[in-house]
C-alpha cells in the first residue's frame, strides 16, 4: 500500500536523513536514484504518516522490507525486531565487511535486516565496490 506523504514532510526527511537509506546508508547520488520515504511501523499495522514514524529507504530496501516488522534470527533461533532507524544506532546493529562492501549485522536485529532487506544483494555489493575504489563508499 502506497500513502501519498505530503512534499513538505518529504523533504524534512530528506534533509533529516542526509538523502541516504536508513538502511543500507546508499546514497541518492551514488545509486542516481531517488530515495523513498518508508513507514518504519506500516500503516497496516498502525503506523502513522509522521516524521516519528518515517525515514529515507532507497526502493530495494523499501520494496523488500515490505509490511516486516520482525523476522526471524536464524542464529538466535528467534524472533527479533527489524531495525527502527529513529530509535536505534545504525552502528549498533551492522558493521561493514572488511572490504566494505556487505553489511554485516552483529545484532539479532541487525541479522534479520539484511536478510530481509537483502541488503547484500549482488548488484548493489557490486556497485560499493566500485564506489569503494573511487572513495565514495563507505559513508561516513
Ligand atoms: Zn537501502
Known amino acids: 500500500m502506497s500513502v501519498p506523504i505530503p512534499d513538505p514532510l ?3 526527511i ?7 537509506c536508513c538502511y543500507c546508508l546508499t546514497t541518492a547520488v551514488n545509486s542516481g536514484v531517488a530515495m523513498t520515504c518508508d513507514h518504519i ?11 516519528e514514524n518515517l525515514c529515507l ?6 520494496l523488500f522490507k515490505s509490511y516486516s516488522t520482525e523476522a526471524l534470527d536464524v542464529v538466535s ?9 529513529i530509535k536505534q544506532s545504525w552502528s549498533d546493529h551492522f558493521v561493514w565487511s572488511a572490504d566494505k562492501t556487505q553489511v554485516e549485522g552483529i545484532t539479532p536485529t541487525g541479522r534479520v535486516t539484511v536478510n530481509t532487506l537483502r541488503m547484500n ?4 555489493v557490486l ?9 565514495w563508499h563507505p559513508p561516513q
Open 10 to 12: 518529504r523533504q524534512q
Open 14 to 20: 530528506a534533509k533529516r536523513d542526509g538523502d541516504r
Open 41 to 51: 511501523q506500516p500503516i497496516s499495522k498502525g503506523g502513522s504518516t509522521t516524521s
Open 57 to 62: 529507504a532507497c526502493s530495494a530496501c523499501n
Open 77 to 85: 533461533g528467534e524472533t527479533a525486531p527489524l531495525f527502527n532507524p
Open 121 to 124: 544483494r549482488i548488484i548493489i
Open 127 to 135: 556497485a560499493r565496490q566500485r564506489w569503494v575504489s573511487v572513495g
